[in-house]
């Protein structure tokens, strides 16, 4: 069993800037690969960001490269997610999950797909005023 908790959201300007963070516990954090997820109102939820269990490799949703890095901390079972210059279309639910099968890390697909991943946290509000 994995627990996750998100933490670091809050209401941000657009332009501005947030870190979450995620808390992990249970299993060695070092055995999975962690992602990043969001939902908006209204809508379902989406890919925002992976990395793999070493850190040596990240994947992004094309809507957030080069405003958005995944980064962790095996020492600390940490998982972060820096955002900046943040958009109304920003706006949503944070997730960030774990996925056991660390070594399914070949496609997009594998990396990207809520299916692939086994624990999820209970989200962190990310709200940008424009």
């Known amino acids: 069993q994995v627990q996750l908790v998100e933490s670091g959201g809050g209401l941000v300007q657009a332009g501005g800037s947030l870190r979450l963070s995620c808390t992990t516990s249970g299993r060695p954090f070092s055995n999975y690969a962690m992602g990043w997820f969001r939902q908006a109102p209204g809508k379902e939820r989406e890919f925002v960001a992976a990395i793999s269990w070493s850190g040596s490799s990240t994947t992004y949703a094309d809507s957030v490269k080069g405003r958005i890095t995944i980064s962790r901390d095996n020492a600390k079972n940490q998982v972060y997610l820096q955002m900046n210059s943040l958009k109304a279309e920003d706006t949503a639910v944070y997730y960030c999950?774990?996925?056991?099968?660390?070594?399914?890390?070949?496609?997009?697909?594998?990396?990207?797909?809520?299916?692939?991943?086994?624990?999820w946290g209970q989200g962190t509000q990310v709200t940008v005023s424009s």
């Open positions: 999950a774990a996925k056991l099968s660390a070594r399914d890390w070949a496609t997009y697909g594998s990396r990207s797909m809520e299916s692939k991943y086994d624990y």
